[in-house]
């Protein structure tokens, strides 16, 4: 087992998973789902993690059932388990089918999709992978483990320690506190540089799959446009062996095959091509055609197949010096910022509550949000493409040090690792000199097809990333974090800002953040602070604002926040962040009516395609007020 890099915490809780739950691996005919049932077994507080994941739990503590994917922090009743720093163990035994253990031509895979923040993997007390970093999944071949005995079950563990350090991806600070007249000993705190509560656990689904011994291991899809043809560039990268053929065709709605080709790149043209749109902005918004990748190979039993299917949307985004442009047309953000957050859950993946979103997404007339503050599940980023939702995909750097991140900077391999780590979103790197440059540059390079941001605050003369990025995002906080109550300030600083920021830059702008607390139910006029009507009357003054600039570089409004959130506990934080225009529990408080009669005159003057204006309500729901 190689080095485990956090360690301020040898605290340790075990938990074990109620339902790894199998949900899509996106796989065709050779991928299997294994649905995993139950089985518990007694451990607690157990420090030694080799001799757990070796089977010898006997003599453990007691344990927490804990569901998956979720958060641990919210469903117990235990004070320690919510605010608990260092390793938690989780521990599931599944029965797999027979032709998984015993049909060699088989590769069983163990997919993690997110653990937040360092995980270590045992299968049958056999060490598999290590990850670092709380946002992405990652898996681990375990074909050999589970082909290479008699038993056809097998034991999944997984340490998970959420301590963030300095080096950590958002970064923290373990504070131990000495002074033994006010602390019991070895009392230590976690502190973090970002506003939202450090959620861990197993956040997203769990699952295994199988593929062929040789297998589709990626794809990757650039598309443009050619006077209408759609240009459909196509990289498909094979492991397990160099002898298979690939084919490749796409498929428009109707399930009628409009392109193919062969082999591991290529180009598909496809004449008169359905252009993926915002939903907002087109009749027949979001269209997907479907990407069918097959790889044969010819084996002693006969051809094996490995098949993908991936949805592939035909677009073009660019920037000019004062527009966005999507396919060509002049697209304005007005969207929301969110969290991955909810009651009892946690950061953990549920679909009601994505669906839930979704829908009030399309409610409120929004076209846009951001991932702050770090990269969402795929099956997010998945329905944005079905609903026709354009997303600022974030990277999870918020809160970094340049001081400590500059050190780190130097070296081919470290730069390398870092970057990796932090893609593949970018945005919220703030004053990182030489790594603003170089990191936008790495992006770029890995996907030229769209434009990158990093948000900022609106201090334009200190700001070091600007020059680099294609798109502004400020955040400002005007008559909240200052001028306190005095509303009527907005106008004259806002205008500023956005002034000096495109004298400086000539690029176009997105308000990428703004807002005011409110806590749900209070109610105040004339407005105050934390009721509903101040909340409101602040959005107001910022759209006055933004109505006049929308005409010149202002590209986007994204209001702070979509719901409350939870945070760490601190005399200026109510039970949490309360600038939701929603609620946690996703009800309306009154800016949220503000913004959705905002938002569906916006789609109306400025996106609505030609032929549905006039109508003011059509068929299909997408455009009203
Ligand atoms: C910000 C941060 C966000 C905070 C927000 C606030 O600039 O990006 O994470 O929650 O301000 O409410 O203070």
Known sequence: MGPVPVRPSERHLNLRPLSFKCLSTGRGFQGHLLVYTPSWKASWTRDDRSL????????????????????????????????????????????????????????????????????????????????????????????????????????????????????????????????????????????????????????????????????????????????????????????????????????????????????????????????????????????????????????????????????????????????????????????????????????????????????????????????SHYPYAEEVLQLCDRYGIVVIDESPGVGIESRVWAGRWDGEREREKWLSRVLPGLTSLCLLPSVDRTLIAHTKALDPSRPVTFVTNSNYEADLGAPYVDVICVNSYYSWYHDYGHLEVIPLQLATQFENWYRTYQKPIIQSEYGAGAIPGFHQDPPVMFSEEYQKALLQQYHMVLDEKRKNYVVGELVWNFADFMTDQAPQRVMGNKKGIFTRQRQPKAAAFLLRERYWKLANDTQRPPAARGSQCLESGLFHV
């Open 52 to 371: 757990w994941a070796r089977e010898e739990r006997h003599c453990s503590g007691p344990t927490l059932d804990m569901p998956v994917p979720s958060s641990f922090n919210d469903v117990g009743q235990d004070r320690q388990l919510r605010s608990f720093v260092g390793w938690v163990w989780y521990e599931r035994e599944v029965t797999l089918p027979q032709r998984w253990t015993q049909d060699l031509g088989t590769r069983v895979v163990l997919r993690i999709g997110s653990a937040h923040y360092y995980a270590i993997v045992w299968v049958n007390g056999v060490h598999v992978v290590e990850h670092e970093g709380g946002h992405l999944p990652f898996e681990a071949d375990i074909s050999k483990l589970v082909q290479s005995g008699p038993l056809s079950s097998c034991r999944i563990t997984i340490a998970i320690n959420n301590t963030l350090t300095p080096h950590t991806l958002p970064p923290g600070t373990i504070l131990h506190r000495t002074d033994t007249s006010k602390y019991p000993k070895g009392y230590f705190v976690q502190n973090t540089n970002f506003d939202f509560f450090n959620y861990a656990g197993l956040h997203r689904p769990v699952l295994l799959y199988t593929t062929p011994t040789t297998y589709i291991d990626d794809i990757t899809v650039t598309t443009s446009v050619d006077q209408g043809t759609g240009l459909v560039d196509y990289q498909i990268f094979a492991q397990g062996s160099e002898h298979f053929q690939l084919e490749v065709r796409l498929l428009d709605q109707e399930g009628k095959v409009v392109a193919q080709g062969t082999g591991c790149r290529g180009q598909l043209q496809v004449p008169n091509a359905h252009l993926w749109w915002p939903y907002l902005m087109h009749e027949h918004p979001a269209y997907l055609y479907s990407l069918e990748v097959r790889l044969t190979t010819q084996t002693a039993a006969g051809p094996v197949s490995d098949f993908y299917a991936l949805p592939v949307g035909i677009r073009t985004v660019k920037v000019t010096e004062r527009q966005f442009l999507i396919n060509g047309k002049p697209f304005y953000f007005h969207g929301v910022n969110k969290h991955e957050d909810a009651d009892i859950r946690g950061r953990g993946f549920d679909w009601a509550l994505l669906v839930k979103d979704f829908n009030l997404l399309r409610w409120l007339g929004a076209n846009a949000f951001r991932t």
